[in-house]
């Protein structure tokens, strides 16, 4: 009997050390913590927990009170606000490694926005009195965490930014330039789109098919290929350009297109499945 309880204790004590080890994995992966010392990621990773969410479920609501920061470890987080009109409004879509709500760890007010899940999700909750107390005796933490907020905030005021002064072809075509691997190229750059049209619609502000609209005249004008979430910038700078010159497109003349009627129709069959 004291053998098979002391085996128990062995194991137990194993898979905490194991849960630890991946748990300071997932946050060394973080930019928050990017080059921290092991033992400091370990004394994070300490007062860390693990929380499951299924797809559609909700991490926090906006105005609760704040337990902590959190770090996705699998899957995607969607930050959002409904308006009165019910219509909805996504401030950023969190994924593998990346931050989010770091602010309430310098703030009571409360989570500033809904979360929830857009896929089935597992998430790392970063207690806030602990955390605190380590930002005591580690003030290079805190400036980590001062920049961290900072970066969050200007992507808002971008996004604001995005919604109040660009027209929806800038904002999509901006939105693909960042999501770009080679966004200076003159070749062809595939974006791979990991959320559904509509998601992304909701990030861009606009409806569904207001976006395949504008997916569809930028194929027109020869600047995109889409193939299921898949969009191929077919010249990255010129489509830059574009933006830079606020997209004025031209009209282009159906001789100067290399694909045919029957390749046209297929494409657009291609834009509007988008989801």
């Known amino acids: 009997m004291c053998q098979s309880t002391e085996s128990s204790k062995t194991v137990s004590s194993a898979l905490a050390e194991f849960k630890q080890a991946a748990i300071a994995t997932t946050l060394r992966r973080c930019p928050l913590f990017a080059d921290m010392a092991s033992n400091d990621l370990n004394a994070i990773a300490s007062m860390t927990a693990v929380k499951s969410l299924p797809k559609g479920a909700y991490l926090f609501w906006e105005g609760a009170p ?3 920061f959190y770090v996705v470890q699998k899957g995607a987080i969607k930050l959002h606000r409904l308006n009165r009109k019910g219509q909805e409004q996504v401030f950023h879509v969190f994924r593998a490694t990346e931050s989010f709500a770091e602010e309430t760890i310098l703030s009571e007010a409360g989570y500033p926005a ?3 899940a857009t896929e089935d999700s597992r998430i790392l909750l970063v207690h806030k009195t602990e ?3 380590l930002l005591k005796l580690h003030p290079e933490l805190a400036l980590r ?3 961290s907020v900072s970066q969050q905030v200007r992507t808002l005021m971008g996004l604001v930014d995005d919604l109040t002064l660009k027209d929806v072809k800038t904002r999509l075509a901006i939105w693909l330039i960042q999501h770009c691997p080679h966004p200076e190229s003159h070749q062809p750059q595939r974006v791979q789109i990991e959320m559904t049209k509509r998601l992304l619609a909701l990030e861009l502000g606009v409806t569904s ?4 609209r504008t997916l569809a005249k930028f194929r027109n004008h020869q600047l995109v290929r889409v193939e299921g979430r898949s969009v ?3 010249c990255p700078e ?3 350009a574009s933006v830079r010159s606020n997209l004025d497109l031209p009209p282009v003349s159906i001789s100067t297109r290399p694909w045919t009627r029957g390749a046209r129709e297929c494409d657009a069959d291609k834009v509007a499945s988008l989801a």
Do not use: P
């Not at 098919?209 to 395949?212: Q, R």
């Open 66 to 68: 704040a337990h902590g």
């Open 114 to 116: 809904d979360a929830s």
């Open 131 to 133: 955390f605190l107390g």
């Open 238 to 240: 010129k489509l830059a």
């Open 145 to 147: 965490l001062l920049r």
């Open 209 to 212: 098919e207001t976006l395949s």
């Open 232 to 234: 191929t910038l077919t």
